[in-house]
């Protein structure tokens, strides 16, 4: 017993040891293997047994001291919510565990693995993420003794945008008039304007005011005319960081990433119909602006992407002024309507751009309360949360009339459709030469 005793022991010391090393389960075994041939053969030969595995042990931890060669592919930006490919290899393979430690704002699927690791990495938050070295450990030759690396290599720096690729695909849809805003009435693809720009073949959407009879009677199939609508003529978001804008909506995010994801898709289309876009991000202080400019999607973007809500209440003055009196302008604020005491502050500051722009304000709407409504009530529970529902919707109806009163258009929709709502807003507002 003494003797097993020992060989324990002699386990325990490797594994606390100062070294970076550990003990792996077959070590483990053969040390208590030897230790029970005192059982058989005396203490003698087990103690010489205990002395050669634990011998054994620190010269398979060593052989495995040499780090392997680490090669980390993963992207340099990321859109939040969108899942990419990321890679750890090791060189040389054999015995070789790679791990990447986990991060409160990304989910990594799988975070391990033999020798090389394909994973798949998703941002749950914008901004600025630092990505850990990964770790490793390597096993030695003998499988007796692994040695570990918590650090190996440099940390990355990984930024994180809005949904960049869904605010692409509603710019491409855009450009090849396939755009259809589900709350309009449908008018014919974008480039229906005054302006004759080319004949093209007839699309199914078409109004039947585009049809070129003529063209059609030559070329034997319906075919269209295509009006290029004005151009050069100046966006500008506004968008709320205040307090009311880290309110949490379905989908892991917020109403300012809801906006900011409005922000991207107004700034591609803007680049594909010929617009100057600009931003004026703003909570009890201006914090960032971009002066609208041509081809200005990936300058607003940049300068935005990392934008967090504050604890601030918002400034709505301080941000209008900013736009100023300057060229007439198609202004879209991105906020929230929900608090009407803190909309107070957006109504008195309204005058200062309805009178000289095209004003839009675009709100997210929260589906959680729109549901709580619709649901049939279970319980007594459920009557007093609808009741409360009713209550902040009617807050948020009384605020919107009270905008359109002044000449504003007010835009509620669910976060998944407002980048589109706001699009169409945009859209008409061009076609209907208001800008």
């Not at 900011?260 to 876009?277: F, K, P, Q």
């Not at 602006?289 to 709505?316: H, K, N, Q, W």
């Not at 649901?375 to 009557?383: A, E, G, H, I, S």
Request: some cysteine; proline content about 6%; hydrophobic content about 45%.
């Amino acid at each position: 017993m003494e003797i097993l005793w020992l060989g324990v022991g002699t386990a325990v010391v490797l594994a606390i040891s100062g070294a970076p090393f550990a003990l792996t389960r077959r070590s483990g075994l053969v040390l208590c293997g030897a230790a029970a041939l005192a059982l058989g053969f005396g203490a003698k030969p087990a103690i010489a047994a205990v002395i050669f595995v634990a011998i054994a042990v620190a010269v398979d931890g060593w052989l495995g001291r040499r780090a392997p060669v680490i090669t980390r592919t993963i992207p340099s930006s990321l859109a939040r919510g969108v899942s990419q490919t990321m890679s750890i290899v090791a060189t040389p393979g054999a015995g070789v565990r790679v791990r990447q430690p986990r991060l409160p704002d990304m989910r990594i699927e799988p975070v391990e693995a033999d020798a090389t690791l394909q994973a798949s990495i998703t941002a749950l938050r914008r901004g600025r993420h630092t990505v850990a070295a990964p770790a490793t450990r390597v096993v030695g030759p003998l499988g007796l003794a692994a040695w570990f690396r918590h650090r190996q290599g440099d940390p990355l720096e990984v930024k994180v945008y809005p949904d960049l690729p869904a605010a692409r695909r509603l710019a491409d849809a855009v450009r090849t008039g396939r755009f259809r805003d589900p709350g309009s009435i449908v008018r014919g693809p974008m480039g229906l304007g005054t302006e004759f720009e080319l004949v093209r073949e007839y699309s199914a959407d078409d109004d039947i005011r585009q049809v070129n009879w003529r063209a059609t009677e030559r070329m034997g199939r319906p075919m269209s005319n295509q009006y290029r609508v004005e151009q050069d003529r100046d966006v500008l978001v506004v968008v709320d960081c205040g307090r009311l804008m880290s309110a949490p909506l379905p989908g892991e995010r917020t109403r300012l990433d809801t906006a900011l994801d409005v922000l991207s898709t107004m700034a591609y289309v803007a680049d594909e119909v010929g617009d100057r876009i600009g931003v004026i991000a703003f909570d009890a202080t201006v914090l960032r602006t971009v002066a609208p400019r041509r081809r200005g999607s990936e300058a607003v973007i940049e300068a935005t992407f990392d934008l967090e809500p504050s604890l601030a209440d918002s400034d709505y003055e301080a941000a209008f002024q900013r736009v100023g009196g300057g060229k007439r302008a198609f202004v879209l604020v991105l906020t929230d309507l929900l608090d009407e005491a803190a909309a107070t502050a957006l109504l008195a500051a309204m005058p200062v751009l309805a009178h000289r722009h095209v004003v839009v304000v675009a709100s997210a709407a929260d589906p959680d309360i729109d549901d709580l409504v619709r649901r049939p009530p279970v319980d007594t529970t459920d009557v007093y949360r609808a009741s409360v529902a009713l209550d902040v919707l009617g807050a948020r109806d009384r605020t919107a009339a009270r905008l359109r009163s002044v000449g504003v258009d007010v835009i509620t929709a669910r976060p998944d459709t407002l980048p589109t709502a706001c699009i169409g807003t945009y859209l008409k507002a061009k076609a209907r030469a208001r800008l």
